[in-house]
């Protein structure tokens, strides 16, 4: 048996979103109905939603930044219970066996994870996202949120957050560290916010200085600007940790020979094209370039916690399901500070 909710769909790359439906199941016994509050905008909508990554899935609902309410639990959820505050990211279900499930980082799953939306669960049905106005969720894919953190400001931590939070763990950002943030957005900004609470020494590397008092206030030490080619002379040897969240391409072998002795260049915005490097940008400074790809369940739970405690959420605009196309189009632009919410309110 289903449920039908309302929610936002688009029939292929670059067509509008319209207002319709989605079938949502009924709750099986491990299930959560979610009452979606808020979803976050994040930019890999976009990309899938306009097939630049290949493998679209039509009609698509996006969205896996999700914050609300549940609504109502299966006969053997023993996690949560009507009322509480939850959140549902970019993935709902893994095979649970394999190694990388084992050790909580399903969103590494060898057989792959079962993504929120544009994908396919196990069972062969597809999966839709955030852009509505409820979600089913198995209890293990769910995750609290702390009352410390709104609903509206929580929902793009369940994506952007994560994403920078697992890699400035895995790779030590804090006290004595000396952390940069390349690019100043969705991702970026949370980089900053997160670094600093960690106590580590945070930089910004953004193409003008037109941020740096936002930048500053979200806790940077130092801003800088890459389209000055000075910077690069400047601050060459100088950080442990650079975290890439640019979604384009960039002049890596610049960007490496920032990095101190073993020093790490993070990538967590995924370009379209390639990120081409020389051998010799590696090998002269021992210097490593990696990737992450956002946090398991476990820690992403750790996340909302911290940020919590730090009182740390997304700058947020928020708006109507009517505006995602023009919101779409900011994003693509730059123009937002620094992270869309979609108030599923706006659906009635």
């Known amino acids: 048996m289903t449920t039908t909710v309302p929610a936002l769909t688009t029939a292929g790359p670059n067509q509008p979103f319209r207002r319709g439906t989605v079938e949502r199941r009924d709750p099986r016994p491990h299930d959560v109905v979610v009452d979606i509050a808020y979803s976050g905008i994040c930019h890999s909508d976009i990309h899938q939603a306009r097939d630049e990554w290949g493998e679209g899935i039509y009609p698509m609902v996006p969205g896996h930044e999700i914050s609300g309410i549940v609504a109502a639990v299966g006969s053997e959820v023993d996690r949560y219970a009507v009322g509480d505050r939850v959140g549902v990211g970019c993935f709902v279900d893994s095979c649970r066996r394999c190694e990388s499930c084992l050790a909580g980082e399903e969103q590494y799953c060898l057989e792959g994870e079962v993504q929120t ?160 490097y020389h051998g010799f940008s590696q090998v002269t400074g021992r210097g490593n370039p990696a990737g992450s790809k956002i946090g398991g369940i476990r820690q992403t739970q750790e996340m909302l916690d911290f940020c919590a405690r730090h009182g740390l959420g997304a700058d947020i605009e928020t708006i109507s399901c009517d505006d995602v196309d023009d919101a779409w189009d900011r994003v693509v632009k730059g123009d937002v500070r620094y992270r869309f919410v979609i108030d599923a309110a706006s659906f009635a």
Not at 121 to 149: E, F
């Open 117 to 276: 939306y544009n994908s396919r669960a196990y069972d062969g049905s597809l999966t839709y996202g955030g852009y509505s106005t409820q979600i089913v969720v198995d209890q293990n894919y769910v995750l609290r949120i702390p009352d410390g953190i709104a609903l509206d400001a929580a929902a793009p931590l369940l994506c952007a957050g994560i994403t920078l939070y697992s890699p400035l763990v895995r790779w030590g950002a804090g006290p004595g560290r000396k952390v940069a943030v390349l690019g100043m957005g969705g991702l970026g900004h949370l980089g900053v916010k997160l670094a600093k609470a960690m106590g580590a020494e945070v930089t910004v590397l953004s193409r003008t200085l037109a941020k740096e008092a936002d930048g500053r206030r979200l806790g940077a030490d130092h801003y800088h600007a890459t389209g000055d080619p000075r910077t690069f002379t400047e601050l060459a040897g100088r950080f442990d940790l650079i975290v890439n969240t640019v979604a384009a391409e960039i002049p890596v072998e610049d960007y490496l020979r920032l990095l101190d002795l073993e020093g790490t260049m993070i990538t967590v915005g995924v370009p379209r094209g390639e990120l081409g």
